[in-house]
């Protein structure tokens, strides 16, 4: 009887359930009063109702951000415009969404490195993702203005930008240019249009892959949100490697 409760008040409250849509409106009123009594006696079926309705949402969320993984590939893992870390011929790709503003990416960014050191046959794709304010934007676009002088001058950039222990303003992206041995002049007036088109992309693709914030690592076929220490990406990066095999 409980379990049944339980689908009728989950029925209840998704709109688009099959079950609610086929009763008439005397039907459902009296589903409701017995849902609302039952509720009262025993409270604990309210959470069971809550949990049952997450777990739809869950499934709903991946299925939905699977769709958009299959159908940006080419976007994600194949774009000669983003910088990247490791093999220029890999065997398995990580998109990387990062914020040099971004506190967990300070800690992200270390462990990512170590890895491509550890998979020779791994490659790491960095899409700048400027979410945290207009310093997070002024130093991605310089990044990327960057990148023009070779791959390895944006990773240096790069790397000297996250290493920065707080939030950057203009004066510290400054320093950090300069420390590179970069003209900052010259990179400001190469932030054109091109540039502010593929960080805007970034943004609309991380939006369309419901990621919310930084760090958020891509897999081929998953989409990681938050922090993920060394191990935990080992065990990842091992099992797909395998597979390849």
Known sequence: MKKLLTIAATALILPISSQAASLDREQQKQVKELVREALLENPEIFIEVVNELKKKEEVARTQAQNSVLT???TELFNNSDDPFAGSSK???SIVYFGDVNCGFCKQQDPVLEALVKDYPDLKIIYKDLPILGPSS???AA????ARAEGNDAYLALHKQLISHPARHDSNSIASSVRKQGLNLDALKNAVDSDINKQLDSNIMLAQRLG???TPALVFPDEVIGGFTDKNVLKEMIDKRLKQIK
């Not at 310089?142 to 203005?145: E, F, G, I, R, V």
Request: avoid cysteine; glycine fraction near 6%.
């Open 90 to 92: 890999p065997k398995l």
């Open 71 to 73: 159908s940006s590939m």
């Open 142 to 145: 310089l990044s990327l203005a």
């Open 137 to 139: 934007r002024e130093a």
């Open 211 to 213: 990621i919310t914030g």
